[in-house]
Protein backbone atom coordinates (compact mmCIF):
# COMPACT_ATOMS: atom_id res chain seq x y z
CA UNK A 1 0.00 0.00 0.00
CA UNK A 2 1.42 3.10 -1.21
CA UNK A 3 0.92 6.24 1.32
CA UNK A 4 1.52 9.60 -0.34
CA UNK A 5 2.33 12.90 1.91
CA UNK A 6 1.97 16.07 0.44
CA UNK A 7 4.21 19.46 1.70
CA UNK A 8 5.48 22.75 0.80
CA UNK A 9 1.78 24.21 1.21
CA UNK A 10 0.89 27.95 2.88
CA UNK A 11 -0.02 31.27 2.44
CA UNK A 12 2.36 33.17 -0.29
CA UNK A 13 1.44 36.89 -1.53
CA UNK A 14 0.63 37.01 -5.48
CA UNK A 15 3.29 37.05 -7.70
CA UNK A 16 5.10 34.99 -5.37
CA UNK A 17 6.32 31.32 -5.21
CA UNK A 18 6.32 28.13 -3.86
CA UNK A 19 7.37 24.27 -4.14
CA UNK A 20 5.28 21.43 -2.96
CA UNK A 21 6.49 17.66 -2.20
CA UNK A 22 4.60 14.45 -2.43
CA UNK A 23 6.73 11.74 -1.15
CA UNK A 24 5.66 8.35 -1.28
CA UNK A 25 6.30 5.24 1.01
CA UNK A 26 5.29 1.60 1.11
CA UNK A 27 6.47 0.87 -2.35
CA UNK A 28 7.91 2.80 -5.45
CA UNK A 29 6.20 4.93 -7.56
CA UNK A 30 8.88 5.05 -10.28
CA UNK A 31 6.48 3.13 -12.71
CA UNK A 32 2.94 5.10 -11.63
CA UNK A 33 1.63 8.20 -13.47
CA UNK A 34 2.42 10.89 -10.89
CA UNK A 35 -0.65 13.99 -11.19
CA UNK A 36 -1.51 17.11 -8.98
CA UNK A 37 -4.49 18.10 -8.66
CA UNK A 38 -6.39 20.55 -7.21
CA UNK A 39 -9.63 21.30 -5.19
CA UNK A 40 -10.71 25.47 -4.18
CA UNK A 41 -14.22 25.91 -2.16
CA UNK A 42 -17.33 24.98 -4.34
CA UNK A 43 -15.25 23.90 -7.07
CA UNK A 44 -14.68 20.43 -8.46
CA UNK A 45 -11.30 18.30 -7.88
CA UNK A 46 -9.49 19.35 -11.33
CA UNK A 47 -5.86 17.93 -12.92
CA UNK A 48 -3.19 20.46 -12.57
CA UNK A 49 0.02 18.69 -14.14
CA UNK A 50 0.83 14.96 -14.68
CA UNK A 51 4.12 13.53 -15.43
CA UNK A 52 4.84 9.88 -16.17
CA UNK A 53 7.17 7.06 -15.57
CA UNK A 54 8.79 8.56 -18.40
CA UNK A 55 8.93 12.42 -17.80
CA UNK A 56 6.32 13.20 -19.50
CA UNK A 57 4.50 16.13 -18.83
CA UNK A 58 1.27 17.82 -19.37
CA UNK A 59 -0.83 20.68 -17.55
CA UNK A 60 -3.58 22.56 -16.99
CA UNK A 61 -3.94 25.64 -19.37
CA UNK A 62 -4.73 27.74 -16.64
CA UNK A 63 -1.22 26.71 -15.05
CA UNK A 64 1.08 26.18 -18.11
CA UNK A 65 3.94 28.21 -18.15
CA UNK A 66 3.57 28.84 -14.59
CA UNK A 67 4.04 25.83 -12.94
CA UNK A 68 6.43 22.65 -13.16
CA UNK A 69 6.18 19.25 -12.37
CA UNK A 70 9.17 16.85 -11.56
CA UNK A 71 9.83 13.83 -10.22
CA UNK A 72 13.08 12.24 -7.99
CA UNK A 73 12.94 8.27 -8.30
CA UNK A 74 15.52 7.92 -6.14
CA UNK A 75 13.57 9.76 -3.71
CA UNK A 76 10.41 8.69 -4.15
CA UNK A 77 9.55 11.91 -4.28
CA UNK A 78 7.34 14.10 -6.91
CA UNK A 79 7.36 18.28 -6.86
CA UNK A 80 5.23 20.59 -8.45
CA UNK A 81 6.58 24.45 -8.71
CA UNK A 82 4.96 27.18 -8.53
CA UNK A 83 5.52 30.23 -9.59
CA UNK A 84 3.83 33.53 -10.15
CA UNK A 85 0.94 32.52 -8.04
CA UNK A 86 -2.54 33.83 -8.63
CA UNK A 87 -5.12 34.38 -6.32
CA UNK A 88 -6.94 31.84 -8.36
CA UNK A 89 -4.61 29.37 -7.92
CA UNK A 90 -5.41 29.04 -4.37
CA UNK A 91 -6.98 25.36 -3.56
CA UNK A 92 -6.03 22.49 -1.68
CA UNK A 93 -3.55 20.51 -3.44
CA UNK A 94 -3.95 17.24 -3.72
CA UNK A 95 -0.77 14.67 -4.73
CA UNK A 96 -2.17 11.46 -7.02
CA UNK A 97 -0.22 8.24 -7.80
CA UNK A 98 -2.31 5.90 -10.40
CA UNK A 99 -1.01 2.63 -12.12
CA UNK A 100 -2.47 1.74 -15.31
CA UNK A 101 -6.11 2.70 -13.46
CA UNK A 102 -5.50 -0.31 -11.31
CA UNK A 103 -3.51 0.88 -8.56
CA UNK A 104 -4.74 4.39 -7.68
CA UNK A 105 -3.46 6.48 -4.44
CA UNK A 106 -3.93 10.32 -2.81
CA UNK A 107 -2.47 12.41 -0.25
CA UNK A 108 -3.91 14.14 2.79
CA UNK A 109 -3.70 17.56 0.79
CA UNK A 110 -1.79 20.56 1.07
CA UNK A 111 -3.36 24.01 1.36
CA UNK A 112 -2.21 26.83 -0.52
CA UNK A 113 -3.28 30.33 -0.24
CA UNK A 114 -2.62 33.30 -2.35
CA UNK A 115 -3.86 37.03 -1.09
CA UNK A 116 -2.38 39.97 0.02
Known amino acids: QVQLVESGGGLVQPGGSLRLSCAASGGSVSGYVMGWYRQAPGKQRELVAR???????NYADSVRGRFTISRDNAKNTVYLQMNSLEPEDTAVYYC??????????WGQGAQVTVSS
Open 96 to 105: NADWLSIFNY
Open 51 to 57: ITSSSST
